[in-house]
């Protein structure tokens, strides 16, 4: 993960400052598509200062007669390449600065991947949900995962550490509450662990192990213990 981190952190910018600079190349040369060509008159033999000049020019006189100007194609202004560099160049740093830390990219890859988790699967009222989650909250907190990430920000300088959680996930489909903790846990342990805390009217649990990805999954939601109060 960490050799995947630092390529999307030193390519991803260079990729973003390329793609802008494909798209206004491609727009200033349709810009100048619709502009007509120049029309330069053809200068004297004599302001040729070289032998050679004259004589290409007398060549090119006799084979074309009635010659007085050509056309050279349209050129873009000068202001609108130092405005596309500009811009290549603030896609390209505005890429870098909103690249997320090393920890958070992890969490980010895992919750679009999948990762082992284990699920609580609970049949109860919609309305005593949120009094559940809140009386199973000292359990599920210790479900999160933590995640750390050192690197080198820089080629000089401290190693940096990132970190980041991977919490508790829910899912509620009417008087079904899912519960996806950020790393597998013992079953066994984990339902003896819940019937200490759940109130008297305990609810059916069902405990399962699984891959959840959050992000490809709908109905999951990070959750946190002020969301149950």
């Not at 390519?11 to 600079?21: D, E, F, I, N, T």
Request: charged share 20%.
């Amino acid at each position: 993960m960490l050799g995947l981190y630092l390529f999307v952190r030193l390519v991803g910018p260079l990729l973003l400052g390329g793609l802008v600079a494909l798209f206004a190349s491609r727009w200033i040369n349709a810009r100048l598509a619709k502009r007509p060509a120049q029309q330069i008159a053809l200068p004297a033999e004599s302001l040729l200062d070289s032998p050679a000049a004259k004589r290409r020019y007398r060549r090119m006189r006799r084979r074309r007669p009635n010659l007085t100007h050509f056309q050279v194609p349209p050129q873009a202004p000068r202001h609108w390449l130092w405005i596309t560099v500009a811009v290549v160049i603030l896609a390209a740093f505005g890429a870098a600065a909103l690249t997320p830390e090393g920890a958070r990219f992890q969490v980010m890859v895992e919750s679009a991947v999948g990762y082992p988790s284990t699920v609580i699967d609970v049949a109860i009222d919609e309305g005593q949900q949120d009094a559940l989650l809140a009386a199973w909250s000292p359990v599920l907190m210790q479900a999160v995962r933590p995640v750390s990430m050192r690197y080198q920000r820089g080629r000089y300088g401290p190693p940096f550490d990132s970190h980041a959680v991977i919490a508790v996930q829910v899912r509620r489909e009417g008087d079904r509450l899912q519960i996806a903790t950020g790393q597998p846990v013992q079953a066994e342990r984990l339902r003896a662990a819940l019937a200490t805390l759940t109130p008297a009217a305990a609810p059916t649990v069902q405990i399962s192990e699984r891959t959840v990805a959050p992000w490809r999954e709908i109905g999951w939601r990070a959750w946190g213990p002020g969301e149950a109060q």
